[in-house]
């Protein structure tokens, strides 16, 4: 079955900083562009950051400078780092991941900034 499932999701203070990670089963990997996405209540769901096959990235203005996204193509994993975090970065988090045939989204992970 194709998957991807998300992880690294949690609380976090203010500031803080926290580690996302989305692992893809039965899926060729390396040739996907792979995104981060986020939805938070009452609002419409956004791109937070991309990564292509060829490692290219891009970013939402909000998070430019604080998170950075990645891949490890051997490993079936892209990351989201999360640093310098702030209650407009609670939401939840979703990973997709796209190819000439498919379009395939995670089940999402809950990421709440609170002091």
């Known amino acids: 079955q194709v998957r991807l499932v998300e992880s690294g999701g949690g609380l976090v203070q203010p500031g803080g900083s926290l580690r996302l990670s989305c692992v893809a089963s039965?899926?060729?990997?390396?040739?996907?562009?792979m995104g981060w996405y986020r939805q938070a209540p009452g609002k419409q769901r956004e791109l937070v950051a991309g990564?292509?096959?060829?490692?290219?990235?891009n970013y939402a203005d909000s998070v430019k400078g604080r998170f950075t996204v990645s891949r490890d193509n051997a490993k079936n994993t892209m990351y989201l780092q999360m640093n310098k975090v702030n209650p407009e970065d609670t939401a939840v988090y979703y990973c997709?991941?796209?190819?000439?045939?498919?379009?395939?989204w995670g089940q999402g992970t809950q990421v709440t900034v609170s002091s």
């Open positions: 039965r899926i060729n990997f390396s040739i996907y562009t």
């Open positions: 990564i292509t096959s060829g490692g290219s990235t």
């Open positions: 997709n991941g796209r190819s000439l045939t498919y379009n395939i």
